[in-house]
C-alpha cells in the first residue's frame, strides 16, 4: 500500500444509491481523478455491463476488466462508476429476477435514478456531462443508454453491441425472456433498432468481424437503422478480431475509447454552479 500511495493512488470508494422505484438498491463503485478537488465539477463517465450473468462493481484488487477500464479513465480526469442494479446475478434470486420477462426495460432508468441519487450528496459529479462505456451486453446497455436517456447520457462508446435480442444467441436471452414466437412484446421492448431517431449525442460502435458472440450482422443493422434515421454515428471495425480484441487491435480499440470521450467529453474540472443534468 506505501508504494500506491506513492504513485499517488487513490483507492474507489462504495456506496450505494436507489433505484427508479426509490427502494432497491444499487451498488456503486466510484473512482476519482488524480489530483480531486470535492469544491469542483467532474465529467462523469459510467462503465456499463447490466446483464444478468454477474455482477461487475469489483470487490478486490485485481478489480479486473471493468474496474481496470474505470480506473483508466479516472487517470484520464474523469470520475467514473459502475453500478450493480437490479437483475444483477450474484446479490440474490428477487435482485436478480428483477428483469425476468423484460430484459432492457428496467435497467436504464435505473441507472440514471442511481446516478442522480449518487450527485444528490456528491456536487462534484457534473450531470450536465455524462458519459457511457460498455461492451458485449455492456455495449447493448451502452447503445441503450443513448436511446433510452439521451438528455442525460451525452456520449457514449459502444463495443461488440447487440441490437435485436430476438435475433443474436439464444444461451444468454431466452432463460429471462423466452423463446421470441412466445414473448414477442417483450423482443419488441427489448430492441434498439426501433430507437434509432431517438439518438441525440455522440457515439463510437466498435466490432470485430468474426465475433461469434455479437455478431458483424448485428453492428450492421444497428448501423443502417442510423442511418435511415439521418443519425450519424462514428464506426470502428477491427478485421478478423474475435469478442476479445488481440494485439494491435486492441490498443487501436483503447485509443479509440480514450480519444473518442477526450473530443467530445473533455475532461475538464468547472468551478461550482447549478446541476443542469
Known amino acids: ?3 500506491l500511495d506513492e504513485l499517488g493512488w487513490t483507492a474507489p470508494t462504495r456506496a450505494v444509491a436507489k433505484a427508479a422505484d ?3 438498491d444499487c451498488f456503486c463503485a466510484i473512482y476519482l481523478p488524480p489530483g480531486f478537488d470535492p469544491s469542483l465539477r467532474y465529467p462523469v463517465i459510467e462503465v456499463i455491463y447490466a446483464g444478468p450473468q454477474w455482477m461487475i462493481v469489483p470487490r478486490r484488487m485485481p478489480a479486473g476488466e471493468y474496474g481496470d477500464t474505470a480506473a483508466a479513465l479516472a487517470q484520464l480526469g474523469y470520475v467514473a462508476v459502475i453500478i450493480d442494479s437490479p437483475g444483477t446475478a450474484g446479490i440474490g434470486r428477487d435482485y436478480q429476477d428483477a428483469v425476468y420477462g423484460r430484459l432492457g426495460q428496467i435497467e436504464i432508468p435505473d441507472h440514471v435514478a ?11 459529479l457534473d450531470l450536465s456531462r455524462v458519459g457511457v462505456h460498455g461492451k458485449s451486453w455492456g455495449g447493448y446497455f451502452a447503445l441503450r443508454a443513448m436511446l433510452m436517456a439521451p438528455g442525460f447520457y451525452r456520449v457514449g462508446v459502444a463495443s461488440a453491441v447487440v441490437a435485436d435480442l430476438a435475433t443474436t ?3 444468454p436471452v431466452v432463460p429471462y425472456l423466452g423463446l421470441p414466437a412466445d414473448n ?5 421492448a427489448a430492441d434498439c433498432l426501433p430507437l434509432a431517431d431517438q439518438l441525440d449525442g455522440d ?3 466498435t466490432i470485430g468481424t468474426s465475433d461469434r458472440n455479437t455478431p458483424f450482422g448485428q453492428t450492421m ?5 442510423f442511418t435511415e434515421a439521418g443519425k450519424d454515428v462514428d464506426l470502428l471495425v477491427m478485421p478478423g478480431q474475435h469478442h476479445w480484441l488481440q494485439g494491435a487491435s486492441f490498443a487501436r480499440w483503447q485509443r479509440a475509447l480514450r480519444d473518442h470521450f477526450l473530443e467530445h467529453l473533455p475532461p475538464r474540472a468547472l468551478a461550482s454552479g447549478p446541476e443542469e443534468g
Open 22 to 24: 426509490g427502494v432497491s
Open 203 to 205: 457515439l463510437l460502435i
Open 221 to 225: 443493422r444497428m448501423v443502417d437503422a
Open 169 to 171: 444467441a439464444e444461451s
Open 1 to 3: 500500500r506505501s508504494r
Open 184 to 188: 414477442p412484446e417483450a423482443y419488441a
Open 114 to 124: 442511481a446516478l442522480r441519487n449518487l450527485a444528490a450528496t456528491r456536487p462534484w
